[in-house]
C-alpha cells in the first residue's frame, strides 16, 4: 500500500511539475550592475526589494547582457520567455542597458521598461528597438540616453539632485531606490 500510495505522489507530483514547466513564469527584471560590480551594491538590495514581492528579479554583472540577451532570444523561439521583460543599469550597466534592450528589439523580442541610473561613462548608444518605455534617473552632470532611428518609445529624464545623491551613491540612495521599484511593479502590474 506504501509503494502505491508513493507511486501516486509521484505521479501526481510529475503531473504538477509539468503543468509548472509549461505555464510562463510571470516577468524577467534584469538589474545590471556598474563597473567591475563593485559600486553597485544598490542593484543586489533592488532586486532583494524585488523578489521580496514576488517578482522575478536577477542582478547580473555589466558585460553578462550579452549571454542573458542570447538566452532570452533563445527563449523566445520555444516561447519560453516570461513578459514583461524589465531592464536597469547602474553607471556602466545603465550604459550596456540601451545594448540589451536594441539586441532583443532586433529579434523581435520586447522590453517593457528600461531604467538607467545615471548611465556612463561612455555615452550610452541611442535607443533603436525594443525598449517601449524608458526612465534615467540621473545626476545633473550625467549622460542623457537618446533616441536613434526606429525607436517609437518615450523616454523621460528625472534629475535625483534633489535627493542629495552623486554618481556612486545613486543606486544606494533609498528615495532613488522607491522611485525605481515603483517605476518596476507598474510595469509588471505587482
Known amino acids: 500500500m506504501f509503494k502505491t500510495i508513493r507511486m501516486s505522489f509521484m505521479a501526481g507530483s510529475v503531473i504538477l511539475a509539468s503543468g509548472m514547466a509549461s505555464t510562463a513564469q510571470a516577468e524577467e527584471v534584469y538589474m545590471i550592475r556598474g563597473f567591475l560590480n563593485v559600486f553597485s551594491d544598490g542593484m543586489n538590495q533592488m532586486t532583494k526589494q524585488l523578489r521580496a514581492k ?6 547580473i554583472s555589466n558585460g553578462a547582457w550579452q549571454d542573458v540577451a542570447n538566452d532570452i532570444i533563445r527563449r523566445s523561439k520555444q516561447k519560453k520567455v ?35 541610473l545615471d548611465p556612463g561613462f561612455p555615452q550610452p548608444p541611442a535607443f533603436n528597438k525594443g525598449a517601449k518605455r524608458v526612465v534615467n534617473y540621473k545626476i545633473p552632470s ?30 544606494k540612495n533609498k528615495s532613488v531606490q522607491s522611485l525605481v521599484i515603483r517605476e518596476i511593479r507598474k510595469a509588471v502590474k505587482k
Open 142 to 171: 550625467g549622460k542623457n540616453y537618446r533616441r536613434g532611428a526606429g525607436f517609437k518609445g518615450s523616454i523621460r529624464t528625472i534629475d535625483v539632485s534633489k535627493y542629495g545623491t552623486d554618481h556612486v551613491g545613486i543606486d
Open 82 to 116: 516570461s513578459y514583461p521583460i524589465v531592464i536597469a543599469g547602474h553607471s556602466l550597466g545603465g550604459v550596456e542597458a540601451p545594448r540589451f534592450a536594441n539586441a532583443l528589439g532586433k529579434a523581435g523580442v520586447p522590453v517593457e521598461l528600461v531604467i538607467g
Open 54 to 59: 514576488g517578482i522575478r528579479a536577477r542582478a
